[in-house]
C-alpha cells in the first residue's frame, strides 16, 4: 500500500511565541504509513515576528504565504483547502502544542476505519488551569468535553475542533466557506449534509492556553458556543444544527451540577457570566467581520 501524502496547514495571526514551537512539534512526527509533503503556513497580516519566526526552521517542508493581507482564518482555511498538494490535509491551530510524537500516525489510522471518514478530529485539551478566571473558564470546558466522550458514543459535533483537524482531500476540495464565524463547526457539518463519516480520535491530544481575561472569554463564545453557532449556521444547514449540538436536558444538567460540586465558585461565576452574555449573540453575530477579534491572552 503507498504512504498517505499529508500536507500541513496553519493559519497564523501574531503567533510569534509559539510557532516555532509547533513547526517543530510537527516535524517531530513519527511518519508510519505516511509521508509529509508540506507545511503550508499562512501569515493572516502578521504584525510581529511570526513570519520571521517561520523562516528560521530551516526545511525544506516549510512553505510561507505572507502576503500582508488580513483576511481572516476562514478565507485563509479555504485557501489552503484548495492549495495543498496532499492526499490528506491535517489542520493544528498557531497556539498549540502536540501531546506526543504520534498525533498525525493516529489522525491517518482513524480513516482506515471505514472508507466513508472523509473528517477527522483530534482531542484538544487545555493546559491545566491555574488562576480563578482561568478555573472558571475551566469548567465550561469540562462540561463541553463531557458531551465530547459520551454524546453518540464520543463520535460527535464536540470532537471536531479547529485545533487539530484532518480531511481527505476530496472533502477538502469540495468545500467553499461562506461568511461564517468558525471554520470547523462548518467543515464538520458540512461533512455530514454531504453523507459522509467524522471520526474523533481520542489519543490525538493537542494543547491549548485558556483565555486569562473576561474580554478574550467573550470573544470566544461569541464565535463558538452553541448559541452563537445556531445564529450562524441555520441558514445553510438547517435542522442539522440542532440534530448536532442536541443534548438531554439530564444530561446536560448533570454534566453542569458535576462540575459546580468539583469547584463551586468558579463555576457559579462563569454561569452567571454566561447568562448575561445570552441575549447578545443576535445582536453581535449579525454584526461579525470577516478578520473578528483574536483573543489575545490565549498565544
Known amino acids: 500500500m503507498r504512504s498517505k501524502r499529508v500536507s500541513v496547514g496553519i493559519s497564523a495571526y501574531n503567533e510569534e511565541k509559539n510557532i516555532k514551537n509547533v513547526l517543530r512539534d510537527i516535524l517531530s512526527q513519527n511518519q508510519n504509513g505516511w509521508k509529509l509533503k508540506e507545511i503550508l503556513v499562512y501569515c493572516d497580516g502578521c504584525t510581529d515576528k ?20 488580513r483576511a481572516g482564518k476562514t478565507k485563509r482555511v479555504g485557501q489552503i483547502f484548495h492549495e495543498f498538494d496532499g492526499d490528506y490535509i491535517v489542520m493544528f491551530d498557531a ?9 498525525i500516525n493516529n489522525l491517518m489510522d482513524a480513516f482506515d ?20 478566571f482561568e478555573k472558571a473558564n475551566y469548567s ?40 461564517i464565524m468558525n471554520e470547523d463547526v462548518y467543515i464538520y457539518l458540512f461533512n455530514k ?10 489519543k490525538a491530544v493537542v494543547y491549548y ?10 470573544k470566544q463564545i461569541f464565535r463558538s458556543n452553541p448559541e452563537a453557532v445556531h445564529q450562524n449556521f441555520e441558514r445553510y444547514f438547517d435542522k442539522l444544527v440542532s440534530e448536532e449540538y442536541r443534548r438531554p436536558f439530564k ?36 454584526r461579525y467581520k470577516v478578520a473578528w477579534p483574536t483573543a489575545q491572552s490565549t498565544k
Open 95 to 103: 497556539d498549540i502544542r502536540l501531546s506526543g510524537r504520534n498525533i
Open 251 to 286: 444530561f446536560y444538567a448533570a454534566a453542569i451540577f458535576k462540575v459546580f460540586l468539583e469547584d463551586p465558585l468558579p463555576t457559579m461565576y462563569i454561569i452567571i457570566i454566561n447568562i448575561i452574555a445570552q441575549p447578545f449573540y443576535a445582536f453581535i453575530t449579525k
Open 193 to 202: 449534509s454531504m453523507g459522509y463519516d467524522f471520526y474523533h480520535v481520542h
Open 140 to 179: 465550561t470546558f469540562m462540561v463541553f468535553y463531557q458531551s465530547r466522550t459520551t454524546l453518540h458514543c464520543g463520535q460527535n459535533i464536540f470532537g471536531c475542533t479547529g485545533h487539530c483537524l484532518a480531511l481527505r482531500r476530496d472533502l477538502a476540495r469540495e468545500i467553499k466557506f461562506p461568511k
Open 50 to 69: 511570526t513570519a520571521e519566526n517561520v523562516m528560521k526552521i530551516k526545511n525544506r517542508h516549510i512553505k510561507l504565504v505572507n502576503d500582508g493581507r
Open 113 to 132: 476505519k471505514n472508507p466513508n471518514i472523509r473528517l477527522v478530529g483530534g482531542n484538544s485539551i487545555p493546559f491545566f488551569p491555574k488562576t480563578f
Open 209 to 218: 492556553k485558556l483565555p486569562t481575561k473576561l474580554s478574550d472569554y467573550l
